[in-house]
């Protein structure tokens, strides 16, 4: 009788240790539905070297309301075009700017490139586009040299 005792008790415990594991995905499901809620960050980069084969850019993207969009673009200071700080935004009610910063080369030798990064948030339902240029700022410089822009629309 005490064998029978112990294969019950076996038993019993092998279907509470099944039942729970199967508690676990729906815990995970859980998980993974609060990271959908969450904004996410779509970011688009080119190089100085692409920038260097095309003088136009353009790109296209669709992002949700309250996601960020990251635009990641190759420059080089040192030779005296800049891209412009200030993004223009077509609808400002669709996106807006949220930052901006210059990033060092990741060389350490003269004239090597680094880059701009902006940021930008989907405030709104609807379609903007993003643009900006890399010229030389001053009076007679190049201006326009290069242009990048960004069609979004945000859902």
Known sequence: MNHRMLAILAITAAALTGCSNTSEPASESGEQSAKQSQPRTDTIQISYDELQKDKQISRSTTLAVGDFLQVSLGSNPSTGFTW???LLISDPKVLAQTGHEAIAPKENRPGAAGNEVWMVQ???PGNSTVSTSYGRPWEG???EAWVFSVNVTVK
């Open 122 to 124: 989907a405030m709104a």
């Open 84 to 86: 412009d700080e200030k």
């Open 141 to 143: 410089g190049e201006k």
